[in-house]
């Protein structure tokens, strides 16, 4: 039975294997990005983190199969508290888990970690972060039709790359998930597994954090990002005692204005070109995301004017 996909061109089936297990089977279309899982899933199994283990892969490792996990997002499981914005006990203490498990795949995962088999890049550098902002530019900004001047726009942008790859220690190697948000999480007996992490390399662990607590569509309230955060930094802190809490918290701000960028590119891809209805309808979240992040955080009107300016005019999208 073939499973419903949201924005991976893979194909995914449910099957019996010869062993008579549930397993899911992934047709990739990209040898390298299928590497790249295939490594990262063996490596975090191999380590006790919560990922699905693999069963089978072909020579070619364009098709693979692995442990069926259920069918339980942790979107779905958060589904009262995502449409009333009150979560309850038993959501609250999924997300608690989830985000206290990614320390650990950041930290832990990282051990004896081979970055060369990242795909496309082994690392979060100046070219990568200048690819998802771009990424906002022509998938997202001029896909509203709204003027804006390119030259203000990449001023903006050339003190972004510099404020997010300032304080990233690349003695300390962390694994990025970065597309860890709660599609991309199963919940089996209760507690979380990850999936979808071939995009992952080298960088720092406050894009994850953003990635999943500024999710669009996930609805999370102020006051419960900032229990969460608290939930993740002591797990942090207990595998790496040296974290400078302070400023790993001042520069949060600056990654989940990036990650809100880059996934409003992604919207605009899917959603303007592609025409797929789910991530059209996401736009709207996510504006309301960065309209609520500059009202919070006077320092990000302060070094990013023209991208402060310019989020007040696509509030008229809404």
């Excluded at 449409?83 to 650990?104: D, V």
């Excluded at 309808?281 to 006077?298: D, K, T, V």
Aim: charge should be negative.
């Amino acid at each position: 039975m073939q499973i419903a996909k949201q924005g991976s061109n893979r194909v995914y089936t449910r099957e019996t294997d010869a062993n008579g297990r549930s397993v899911i089977r992934v047709e990739g279309t990209n040898r390298d990005e299928n590497h790249a899982f295939i490594y990262m899933a063996r490596h975090f199994h191999e380590l006790g983190l919560p990922v699905p283990e693999l069963y089978w892969v072909s020579d070619d490792e364009m098709s693979y199969t692995q442990q069926d996990l259920g069918d339980l997002l942790l979107f779905e499981a958060i589904q009262h508290g995502r449409e009333t914005g009150n979560f309850s006990a038993e959501e609250r203490t999924l997300l608690e888990r989830t985000i206290r498990a990614l320390a650990h795949i950041q930290v832990e995962g990282a051990q004896n970690f081979n970055w060369s088999v990242c795909f496309p890049v082994p690392a979060m550098d100046e070219r990568s972060v200048r690819w998802d902002l771009n990424y906002f530019k022509y998938c997202f900004l001029k896909g509203t039709k709204i003027e804006f001047s390119e030259p203000a726009l990449e001023d903006d942008f050339d003190q972004m790359v510099k404020n997010l790859l300032s304080t990233f220690n690349f003695q300390l190697s962390t694994f990025l998930y970065r597309d860890f948000q709660s599609r991309n999480v199963m919940i089996k007996d209760g507690m979380p597994y990850f999936i979808d992490f071939q995009g992952g390399r080298r960088g720092p662990t406050q894009y994850d954090v953003a990635s999943f607590l500024w999710q669009a569509k996930a609805n999370i309230p102020q006051n419960l990002r900032n229990e969460l955060i608290d939930a993740y930094l002591d797990e942090l802190k207990n595998l790496q005692p040296s974290l400078a809490e302070a400023d790993w918290k001042a520069l949060l701000p600056h990654f989940v204005l990036f990650r809100t960028l880059q996934v409003l590119g992604a919207y605009g891809y899917r959603g303007y070109f592609e025409r797929k209805t789910h991530f059209l309808e996401s736009i709207p979240n996510a504006l309301r995301n960065l309209s609520e992040l500059f009202a919070m955080h006077g320092e990000l009107q302060t070094q990013y004017p023209y991208l402060y300016a310019i989020s007040n005019n696509l509030l008229l999208l809404l």
